[in-house]
């Protein structure tokens, strides 16, 4: 099931997140930090993958489609 958020949204929990969450979701998650960079807008597909959203331009930053929440929810479990 895909998830619809605004990229504005994602930008601002990623701002959320506490110094060094980037790394702590990679090694919960057995990922690379690149990856998860990558989750929140990042394009640095030489280290890390592809993350499993699309971004759709328009106001508000544009839609993302989340395929995959996991890197969601564990951002937002390090927020409270």
């Known amino acids: 099931m895909s998830i619809m958020i605004t990229f504005n949204e ?11 969450s980037m790394q702590k979701i990679a090694d919960e998650l057995g ?3 690149e990856t998860v ?5 990042g394009d640095d597909y030489d280290s890390g993958k592809s993350a499993g959203l699309h971004i759709e331009q328009g106001p508000g930053g544009g839609l993302v489609c989340i395929d995959d929440d996991t890197i969601l929810n564990k951002a937002k479990e390090l927020i409270g």
Request: net charge positive; charged share 25%; glycine share 10%.
């Open 31 to 33: 990922i690379s930090p």
């Open 10 to 20: 994602l930008r601002r929990i990623k701002d959320s997140l506490p110094t060094g």
């Open 37 to 41: 960079r990558n989750y929140y807008g």
